[in-house]
């Protein structure tokens, strides 16, 4: 017998829902920075598991729209949290109720799907009665179907989530292969590893018009018969101003971005890596549907 369940991890931006979701399946999928809206599209996480398979919806953190872009990711949340099994609702325990976050709440009223609450970031907390206190606050709002305090870093809690949806799979197939832990194409997830890259080392001057786009993907032998891909990619940004800080002095900041991403790139692909970055310029990306679309984020 086989069994399936479709979980959607949803919450406000920074709560730690890309790290669970990495955590849960054990591969790096998600884009995680300590930036808000890191993550702009819905990512899909499978691991099968004995006859289970769990399918992860990752959701972009709920923030109100802006531009254009923020429409879509909050529609995207919106779409992701109807339809599955369960979702986890990921807090952030050293955080106030936001009200995005209540809105959010509301929004599982009259639905189907069973709603666990992941109070996530406890490692942070000095005194652990606060955890009490932060689960009745947020049990006030909504009557969860298990309330779980966790620490995503420190793998605490993880495995009570995992039993949880266990136990709440139900018969059925197995909706993708076995051995496959995502459903995005391959050129999707080497943008965003190297997104993520350009997230971390660049400071807040440059905020969230970065955009990553893999232009080519070629795999070859070296001289020696080892297999290597080539990626050429390009880094978008919103002005020219940003442009020199991504590309930094003497070229030494894009350096570093294509370092780190390309040693990440080849531990997910298991491959040698050749990564070429370029950097451009597209003014107001975010509020133009086209490119929008044409980045893959609608
Ligand atoms: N101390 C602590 N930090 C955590 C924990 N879980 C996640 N973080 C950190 O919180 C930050 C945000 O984590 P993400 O996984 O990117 O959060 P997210 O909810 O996916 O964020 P968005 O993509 O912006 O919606 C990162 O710096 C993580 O390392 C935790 O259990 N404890």
Not at 231 to 236: E, K, L, P, R, V
């Amino acid at each position: 017998m086989t069994k399936n369940i479709f979980v959607t991890i949803a919450g406000r931006a920074n709560a730690g829902k890309s790290s669970l979701l990495n955590a849960l399946v054990g591969e790096k999928i998600a884009a995680v920075s300590d930036k808000p809206q890191t993550t702009r599209t819905k990512i899909t996480g499978v691991l099968t598991k004995g006859e289970t398979q769990f399918v992860f919806m990752d959701t972009p953190g709920m923030h109100k729209a802006k531009n254009k872009l923020s429409e879509h990711m909050v529609n995207t949340v919106n779409e992701t949290i109807t339809g599955v099994d369960m979702i986890i609702l990921m807090c952030d325990c050293t955080k106030k109720i936001s009200d995005n976050e209540k809105s959010l709440i509301a929004s599982f009223k009259g639905g189907k799907s069973k709603v666990i609450l992941a109070l996530n970031k406890i490692d942070l907390l000095d005194n652990k009665e606060d955890v009490i206190a932060k689960l009745a606050e947020y049990s006030a709002l909504y009557d969860f179907a298990e309330v779980v305090p966790i620490s995503v870093v420190q793998n605490d809690g993880l495995d009570i989530i995992m039993d949880i949806l266990e136990k709440n799979a139900a018969e059925g197939p197995h909706f993708f292969p076995d051995d496959k832990f995502t459903d995005q194409p391959e050129k999707v997830i080497m943008a965003e590893i190297i997104r993520e890259k350009a997230l971390r080392n660049l400071n807040d001057e440059v905020p969230h018009g970065v955009a990553v786009t893999i232009e080519q993907l070629g795999e070859r032998e070296d001289r020696s018969g080892e297999a290597i891909l080539d990626i050429t990619a390009t880094i978008f940004c919103e002005r020219e101003s940003h442009k020199g800080i991504i590309i930094g002095k003497g070229g030494s900041m894009l350096r570093k971005i294509g370092q780190d991403a390309r040693a990440d790139l080849e531990d997910f692909f298991q491959i040698k890596v050749n990564l070429q970055c370029w950097v451009k310029v597209k003014e107001g990306w975010r509020n133009r549907e086209g490119m929008i679309k044409n980045f893959g984020l609608s």
